[in-house]
């Protein structure tokens, strides 16, 4: 027997936070979400994840407005040209995972009163010099700033503003990074290191290698003096460059061109010839043991993108590619040995077939294991290519070999199909 | 009693945090001394940045003695190398950086060297015989005469030859595993010998090209090496031939030591013959003229061409000298010997010359450095061409 399924609509104008249809299950369980009925089976679709029941199972479904309809008519309550009620309305909807609208509506606000201090932080407007700023625009007002050396200003007010918004995690990063080098730049060599320690712990992966780095170094040279002892960049000697190049002596870290050397001798010093040092061991090991040479290949990996962390957004980066590349070359001849061996025996087979009688069966046994040597080839293959194709100009042979043999495996796969679908 | 002992805690108490507050300001007020200091040498006012410096240098209590690196820094470039060695030597005194030992000792033997204006360069061994040192050195005896040092046993048909070949031969090794190779070791014995003409020499050396003066030779005999090089005394007119103790001689060493230090991989040959030409004992300005008129009529001459050139196909070999002999001057004069070290390393371990740079300098990989290192190499030996030219012109 079956029971009636009772509809019922409520307006709920004043609801804060509205969820969407509400489903009550016979057994007393109830569910929030966007309930539809097909047939017999009542779905309910919610934030994480998706039910099904049977319409035996239901008690009775509660439908609701929808968060979009709810705002359509608080909009239509709200005065058009008063600022408080549309922000109302705007914080409404940023509150209910109404975005796109939320922020319109503050766009609104903030044409009936350009100075609504609230609307505008939630935009992420700063004011900066009596105007208003958009978050980016703000930033890039900053580094003018610390481009021209005001760091009283970017300390005492741009800073400041821009650290009273509600900001992501990244934003608030990109702040802390301007604080951090105005501290530096400006000669508070202590602040400095204690701003970006606090970046090192506060961002994560390879970020943070960059800012423990730097970190290290105000540590090591706590008066911001550190000793240059080779020309950066170090092209500079060979080829002449348009930027003014650091001579080998005592500078100041405030200087950005000498943290950047600062950061290219510790990466090297540090990162890059560990790295050398695994590679080197896992050249020796390879022949005898591969599996070690590849881990100690991965642990190289991690030095070298380290190395290329510390250097990024310096006049040197991507200082480790080289490495990268000689890991690739490595690990594609290795994978080039088992695709070898692969195609080896897949010729072996093909030889052989022919020479002596042999049933429908072992023909076709022979002819799937042909296919299983061509199918692993190709997944090699296909390995070799994922490896080679981030350096495509050092790597340029690996591709163009790899990618013609797999032409060539796909072709003879082809065939075997054909053969194999032939004799079914 | 109780309150005696509160009032002598609490006066130890603000003693200490008024000690704290005073050492925190003490070290931020040498920092901003200090970089003030930094600030004017950046600028280029050296006495005041100097002076500054030494006012922190020269605290009683020591706490600034990097300061005397900005002291000695400032003196170098006002060229007082004297006073600057020994403000290097004051900081050296109460330093902890092993990096910055090093920096340091660097310094000061840039500074004696700089203070001692250019080293006397060693002439060629052609430029220090007489004309009666040419005719004695021409004479061919019946023995062979044996001289012998460290690393030579030089045999000639001359006394005094053999002993000048075998001091020339020890003066090119240093050259070479010093200035060349940047203080690779060599402890190996060479037999050189010095054969009477050409005939002789094509008679007796191994694998002696006709054309060639001079060769040398690696051979193997049950696990012994034997490193060889064959020499000619006179030329064709019977007269001492200068050229063999000024260039054969250490051209054909270089090729003996580079072979030996790459072991089973093969040298380049733009890097090799381009080292041979190195260590030859004085600058053959006619191959800087030829590379400069060569390089200033094609300026797209391509670097990666002249990397993986082969020996069977150069087309002109006096052009493709000039260019390598140019080339590998070039990367030496500016890398420092670590650096130049690293590049033969480098290619000795598989790379290709232009990759070996790029990461013996640790510059980031660009595909615009070949082409920008070619139009800086093309300029440099252009402009020395010129010079030489302007100096040809004047005599």
Redesign the interface.
Known sequence: MRRTITAVCVVALLASSVQGDRLDLLDGRTFEGLVSVDGDTVTVKMTYGTLQFSQREVARIVYMDTPEEVLAKKLAAAAPDSAEDLFAVAKWALDNALDRQGKQLLAKVITVDPDHAEARRRLLHARIDGKWHAFDQSLELARGKLQARRYEDLLGKVIPALKALPLASAQRTAVDDIRARTYLQGGRVDDARGAFSALAEQTGGLAAVRYAAIAAILVEYSDGMYVVNKVYPPQATLVPTKNPSLDVGPASLSRPIVLDAALHDRATRTELEAGKKLLAEARKIEPTDPDAARTKYALATLRFQRADAIVVGTRTPHIARAWHVEIARRRISAMRKLVDADAKKCDEIDASLGRAEMSRKDYRAMLQRMMYHLGSAREGLKGILALAKPYPRALVLEIKWAEVDLKKIEGWRKVLATELDNGK | MVSRRLVIVYGVAVAGVCGLVAAGSY??E???G??DA??K??RGQLSQAEADALVLASRSDKS?P?AW??VA?AR??RGKYAAAARAYRNFLANCT?P??R??AG?QIVQCTADGSGPAPRRAAPSKRLTAADLAELATVEKQMRTETTEHFVVRARNARLAKLTAIEAEASLRRICGYILCGQAYPHSVAITVWADHKEYADHARDAPEWAGGSFTITSDNGVATRRIDLTQRDADGRFDTIMLDRVLPHEMCHLVVHEFFGDVECPLVLDEGLAMLAECETDNARVMLAGLVLAADREASLDDLFVRPRHTIGDPAVFYAKSFTFIEF?RN???PEQFRAFLSYVKGG?GIG?A???A?????S?Q?IP??A??WQDRTVLQAQFLRALADRK
């Open positions: 070290h931020a040498t920092t901003r200090l970089q930094l600030a040498l950046h600034a990097r690196l900005v820094s170098q470039r950086s990096r910055l090093a920096y660097e990367l500016r890398m420092t790379c990759d740079i790029q990461r300098i640790c510059c980031p990989d595909e450095f920008a290192l139009r800086a």
